[in-house]
C-alpha cells in the first residue's frame, strides 16, 4: 500500500513539474499540443483556487479485466495542482476517498515555488485519505464521450510536517481522454 502511493506521489509531482514548465510562448486556445482543457475551482483552507484553463485532465485508464481508474488532475500558474485518482470507475455516482479495498482512492493537493520547482523543498504535499470521512468523496455528476463533470472535497496532511489542507467546495469540468 506504502509503494502504491509513493508512486502516486511520484506520478503526480511529475504531471505537476511537467504542467508548469509549459514556455510562455505557448498557444493557449486549447488546441495543438494542449494538455487538456476545462475548468476546476476550490476552496484550500477558505483561499479560492481556479486552475489554468489548458492545465486540466480526466483521463480514463481501461485496466482490462481490473477495471478502470479515473484520474483528473489541474494546475494554475500559482504552482498550485489538485489530483484525484478513483479506482474502479464506473461512470455517474459517488467515490469516496478512503484506504478500503485492495486500491485506495486519492485525493492530492501540492504547492510548489514556481520560481525554483526543481529545489524538492519548494514542494508541499497533502494528501487524502489519511483519516476516512463520510464527507471526503469525489461526485460524476455528468459525463460525456468528451468531457467529465463533478464535485469534491477532501482533507490532505502533510508527511513533512503533519499540517492539514482542507479541500472544500471542489467542482470541475474537464476534457476526458481515454487510454
Known amino acids: 500500500m506504502r509503494n502504491l502511493k509513493q508512486i502516486m506521489l511520484f506520478v503526480m509531482v511529475g504531471s505537476l513539474l511537467t504542467f508548469t514548465s509549459c514556455s510562455k510562448d505557448d498557444d493557449n486556445s486549447g488546441s495543438g499540443g494542449a494538455v487538456g482543457s476545462g475548468t476546476m475551482t476550490a476552496d484550500i483552507d477558505g483561499a479560492g483556487f481556479k486552475n489554468f484553463k489548458d ?45 478500503s479495498g485492495l486500491n485506495s482512492n486519492t485525493g492530492i493537493y501540492t504547492e510548489t515555488d514556481v520560481s525554483n520547482p526543481t529545489d524538492p523543498n519548494s514542494t508541499n504535499i497533502w494528501s487524502a485519505p489519511y483519516e476516512n470521512s463520510a464527507e471526503e468523496s469525489v461526485i460524476i455528476t455528468k459525463e460525456t464521450d468528451s468531457n467529465i463533470e463533478g464535485e469534491f472535497s477532501f482533507k490532505g496532511k502533510n508527511a513533512k510536517d503533519s499540517s492539514v489542507k482542507d479541500v472544500a467546495n471542489g467542482k470541475f469540468n474537464l476534457s476526458r481522454m481515454d487510454v
Request: proline share 0%; hydrophobic share 30%; no cysteine.
Open 55 to 99: 492545465l486540466g485532465q480526466a483521463t480514463v485508464a481501461d485496466l482490462g479485466g481490473q477495471g478502470k481508474t479515473l484520474t483528473i488532475q489541474s494546475s494554475n500558474s500559482d504552482g498550485q495542482s489538485i489530483n484525484i485518482v478513483i479506482w474502479n470507475y464506473t461512470g455517474e455516482g459517488t467515490y469516496k476517498i478512503d484506504s
